[in-house]
């Protein structure tokens, strides 16, 4: 064979290789395509392998580090006493309708826990939070603790304050709330009257039975009054109303919100098919059900078959909103060091602060982390989007209290505080500047720093990253038996 039809050979291949690399281009619309139709006879896992999209990872590489290292940590961790108290408000009334669909089934209803099995350490500490608030009220400021005529040295300077209206007392406290709350991305409840404490081991999330129009209203409230846009939607009722298609024409901000509401679904769908209702006794005396992962119910809730072609890109969702709360420990890691997590019961309080310590110095030595810098860094603009990332997402703990489920209601409130808790992390200009200052590394803190995270939203941001962690680990149980 000459030269000449070697290459001629040669010239021929490439023309085949690259006739066959544009069909599959042009069939597929490339890697990151969206799932077309005639591919939607594959299983939920089909499109969830490769890069995460936004981020600088992939879903094997998450997938190990949390299964492996993560998972196990937080098994441990969140059955200790400062993690399992969760003081919230399941009483606080419906803001954008009536309350009218309260669910009267026995597996709905949160069990409460006995005043004594709340270690004192924590009634302590939030006793003393409500003390702190004090300060501002009129009484504190003329109850005469501390500051007796005879005690002024200055009578005129005195007549002046306690002629301190009760108006103006009223704005101080307002002033100093508003003080805490600019850089919240929720709203924390659990000052207020009718909040309470609820023992999280007493009630797991798991599906209950709460179900129809009244749980679809609250997904239907979150996507369309708090999305930035998107009118499309399809006929299967676990459509996100966002099509994953839309997303590719949107600003980063407007994904990322999204892929984060989406991501949270997704993660709560997934608690609910792997502690699914199997059974339920007919003993009165013994109320329990059984529970255990359905493997029908989730594939009816992610396969593409069922869901248009977008429950693969959902379940994506999870791993992005995995990777912001895993990115918020990590920059919170040197303030929650210095946390002491105390409960009063010595022993466990320093197992606490050593598995924290632990579990901290393993995310900080993961390779990919979300960069929250992506975000809000277009200037004026970005300032409009952040006030509006804010404001949606206080409107979505609002939502929560519309939950007609208590124990749903209870599980959601905490999961969208632990998000509104990292995102305040994430994006609080406090916490930039009490660590380039190099505040945690000093040996004593004052007891009021200029960045501080109450006992609440601590425990929340802990178990919310706990759920989204038992998510991923229960997604590998259902992609072995879905194979």
Not at 169 to 196: M, N, P
Request: with cysteine.
């Amino acid at each position: 064979m000459t030269t000449r039809t070697v290459q001629r050979n040669l010239w021929a291949s490439a023309v085949v290789v690259l006739v066959l690399l544009l069909l599959w281009t042009d069939t597929t619309r490339g890697y990151f395509a969206a799932i077309d139709e005639a591919e939607t006879s594959k299983n939920c896992f089909c499109e969830l392998e490769g890069s995460i999209n936004d981020c600088s990872c992939d879903v094997d590489t998450v997938d190990h580090f949390n299964n492996m290292k993560i998972y196990p940590r937080l098994q441990s961790l969140l059955v200790k006493n400062f993690f399992r108290f969760y003081k919230v408000n399941l009483r606080q009334e419906c803001p954008f309708w009536p309350d009218d669909s309260r669910c009267a089934i026995r597996f709905c209803q949160v069990e409460n826990c006995e005043e004594q099995a709340i270690p004192q350490g924590i009634k302590d500490k939030g006793e003393h939070k409500e003390k702190a608030a004090f300060k501002y009220t009129r009484e504190a400021q003329v109850g005469g603790a501390g500051c007796s005529d005879g005690e002024d040295f200055d009578s005129s300077l005195g007549f002046l304050d306690t002629s301190i209206s009760d108006q103006a007392h009223r704005e101080f406290e307002l002033w100093a709330k508003h003080d805490e709350a600019e850089e919240d991305f929720c709203i924390v409840d659990d000052h207020e009257e009718g909040s309470q404490y609820v023992d999280l081991l007493l009630n797991p999330e798991r599906y209950t039975g709460y179900k129809g129009e009244s749980a679809h209203r609250i997904w239907k409230s979150i996507y369309l009054e708090n999305c930035f846009g998107g009118n499309n939607e399809t006929a299967n009722k676990f459509s996100n109303y966002v099509p994953h298609l839309d997303l590719r024409d949107v600003c980063l901000e407007q994904r990322a919100f999204y892929r984060i509401i989406s991501g949270l679904h997704s993660s709560i769908n997934i608690h609910l098919c792997s502690k699914y209702l199997l059974s339920e006794s007919k003993d009165f005396l013994d109320p329990q059900g059984i529970w255990g992962p359905n493997v029908k119910e989730f594939k009816r809730r992610f396969s593409p078959e069922t869901t248009g072609g977008e429950g693969p890109h959902w379940l994506r969702n999870l791993y992005f909103i995995y990777l912001i709360e895993l990115r918020a420990l990590a920059k919170a890691a040197p303030y929650l060091r210095r946390e002491d997590y105390y409960t009063g019961i010595a022993e466990e309080d320093e197992e606490v602060k050593l598995a924290i310590n632990d579990m901290l110095s393993v995310i900080e030595n993961f390779q990919s982390h979300f960069d929250e810098n992506a975000l809000f860094s277009n200037g004026i603009a970005s300032i409009k989007f952040k006030h509006d990332y804010k404001e949606k997402f206080r409107n979505i703990s609002r939502i929560m209290s519309c939950v007609g489920c208590d124990k749903c209601k209870l599980w959601g409130k905490l999961q969208t505080q632990g998000l509104g808790t990292a995102l305040k992390i994430l994006y609080s200009e406090k916490l930039n500047l009490a660590t380039e200052s190099g505040l945690w590394d000093k040996p004593h803190i004052e007891a009021d720093p200029i960045f501080r995270l109450s006992r609440t939203e601590i425990v929340a941001l802990f178990n919310a990253f706990g759920r989204l962690s038992n998510s991923i680990y229960e997604m590998e149980n259902f992609r072995r038996v879905l194979r």
